[in-house]
């Protein structure tokens, strides 16, 4: 019989879990409780030139018009390499975030969820990892997987916030308890303090514009001098914030397909300036950092 509530299936979605590679697993309704906060952040202009989070902003609000057989969602959070990996001075591995050390998450996390999806075999559900219209972070929180930190990032207690989020909808009805997580953050300012540009709000929001994840990641054309001055050596992505942060003492082991890529230890970052559309293609292969685009790549390692 397909079940109709999510605590018949539990115990097979914490056995996917477990052989997966998960850290946590949690559930919560389908509503988003602070989704007027992502309104006031995109009515300030927030998001920059990520246009495509404006166009979600009806469905953060109301998901329920847009799924309205959802019951439940179903959160996981996939930890990636939370220390970069010894190498020479110059190489490539220094200049990059960690979440983009490893293989692309889109197609890791993605897959993970599609165990998930084949446990729940005739139910209906909906996943995404990333690209979808909903904040994974406010979803994550409601499942009790974790508190939203002054750097906007979502915390597990024990393992910091060097994790990514996968999310699944699903038809079932939420009776899955989540656990209640308290804001740890308390009078501690430090990740405002180390953010090289000053782009992070006291709402636990970003002015995206001034972020140097955005900047090196999202933006298309020359990148704003204030921020270009002060990219401290980041030509990928940026973990300052998360880097000052006291909770990520104790990261968790990476899920294998995050493992530090050696060919980005052995490559120095100037050699990208030689490097023409299929080398870049090859040394980015399944990766992230395809994004940034070669022209993007080189125009952010001129700043550094
Ligand atoms: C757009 C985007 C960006 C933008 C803007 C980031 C931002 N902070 O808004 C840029 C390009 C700058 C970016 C950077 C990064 N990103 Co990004 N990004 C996203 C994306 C696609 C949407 C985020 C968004 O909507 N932002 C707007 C703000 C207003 O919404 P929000 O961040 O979801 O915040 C909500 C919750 O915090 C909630 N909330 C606030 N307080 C509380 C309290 C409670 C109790 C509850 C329940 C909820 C709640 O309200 C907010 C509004 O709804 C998500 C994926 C997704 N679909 O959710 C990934 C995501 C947030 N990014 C992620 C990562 C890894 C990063 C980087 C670390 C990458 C890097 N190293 O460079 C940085 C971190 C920068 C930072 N400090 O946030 C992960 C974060 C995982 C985590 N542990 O939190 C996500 C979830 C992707 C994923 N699926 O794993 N990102």
């Known amino acids: 019989m397909t079940p109709t509530r999510l605590s018949e299936v539990w115990p097979d979605l914490e056995r996917v879990a477990r052989a997966e590679g998960v850290l946590r697993l949690?559930?919560?309704?389908?509503?988003?409780?602070?989704?007027?906060?992502?309104?006031?952040?995109?009515?300030?202009?927030?998001?920059?030139?990520?246009?495509?989070?404006?166009?979600?902003?009806?469905?953060?609000?109301?998901?329920?018009?847009?799924?309205?057989?959802?019951?439940?969602?179903?959160?996981?959070?996939?930890?990636?390499?939370?220390?970069?990996?010894?190498?020479?001075?110059?190489?490539?591995?220094?200049?990059?975030?960690?979440?983009?050390?490893?293989?692309?998450?889109?197609?890791?996390?993605?897959?993970?969820?599609?165990?998930?999806?084949?446990?729940?075999?005739?139910?209906?559900?909906?996943?995404?990892?990333?690209?979808?219209?909903?904040?994974?972070?406010a979803y994550a929180a409601q499942a009790g997987l974790g508190w939203i930190g002054k750097n906007g990032m979502l915390i597990d207690e024990q393992h910091g916030s060097y994790v990514f989020i996968g999310t699944l909808l699903t038809a079932l009805e939420h009776d899955v308890e989540a656990a209640t997580v308290a804001d740890r953050c308390g009078a501690c300012t430090r990740c405002l303090d180390a953010c090289p540009t000053n782009a992070i709000l006291p709402d636990r929001t970003l002015d995206s514009a001034h972020c140097i994840s955005y900047a090196t990641i999202e933006h298309r054309g020359a990148l704003d001098a204030f921020v270009a001055e002060r990219l401290e050596g980041n030509a990928f992505g940026c973990d300052v914030c998360q880097e000052a942060c006291p909770w990520n003492h104790a990261p968790a082991d990476a899920h294998p397909a995050f493992a530090p890529r050696e060919a980005y230890r052995a490559t120095p970052v100037t050699d990208l300036f030689r490097f023409a559309q299929a080398d870049f293609s090859a040394l980015f292969a399944k990766s992230a950092i395809k994004r940034a685009k070669l022209a993007g790549m080189q125009r952010n390692i001129e700043s550094l």
């Open 26 to 137: 949690g559930a919560s309704g389908i509503d988003d409780e602070h989704a007027a906060l992502f309104a006031e952040w995109l009515a300030r202009g927030g998001h920059a030139s990520m246009h495509y989070l404006a166009k979600n902003a009806d469905v953060r609000e109301r998901p329920r018009e847009r799924y309205p057989w959802a019951r439940s969602v179903v959160s996981i959070l996939v930890p990636y390499a939370g220390e970069r990996p010894a190498a020479p001075p110059g190489a490539l591995s220094h200049h990059i975030a960690r979440y983009a050390l490893g293989d692309d998450y889109h197609e890791v996390l993605d897959r993970i969820l599609r165990k998930f999806e084949a446990a729940l075999d005739g139910v209906k559900t909906w996943r995404y990892v990333d690209t979808g219209p909903l904040s994974d972070r």
